[in-house]
Nanobody
């Protein structure tokens, strides 16, 4: 059983920055994936960024590439999402999630544990 808690959301003006954190407790799987997802009002949930706990490779949706950066601190069991050059279209509830097993596709795989989400609102 893994618990995930997101923090760092808030209200920001267009062009601004926010840094989200996701703290994991319980037993995590070192070969598992960690992902950030978001869901805007009236829209389906979409993949934003992801990584594996034991790999340096990162993955991003095209819509956030070059603006968002995912990183981790293994000692703290925490994953971060640095969001720069924020746009109105980034407004959503942001969720972190992790897997209990290896998945081949970070963006398209099935995640087992989810946080409650943190609201990000970008004003025009």
């Amino acid at each position: 059983q893994v618990q995930l808690v997101e923090s760092g959301g808030g209200l920001v003006q267009g062009g601004g920055s926010l840094r989200l954190s996701c703290a994991a407790s319980g037993r995590t799987f070192s070969g598992g994936a960690m992902g950030w997802f978001r869901q805007a009002p009236g829209k389906e949930r979409e993949f934003v960024a992801g990584l594996r706990w034991n790999s340096p490779r990162t993955y991003y949706a095209d819509s956030v590439k070059a603006r968002f950066t995912i990183s981790r601190d293994n000692a703290k069991n925490t994953v971060y999402l640095q969001m720069n050059s924020l746009k109105d279209e980034d407004t959503a509830i942001y969720y972190c999630a992790t897997t209990s097993r290896y998945i081949a596709s970070i963006a398209g795989g099935s995640y087992d544990y989810w946080g409650q989400g943190t609201q990000v609102t970008v004003s025009s």
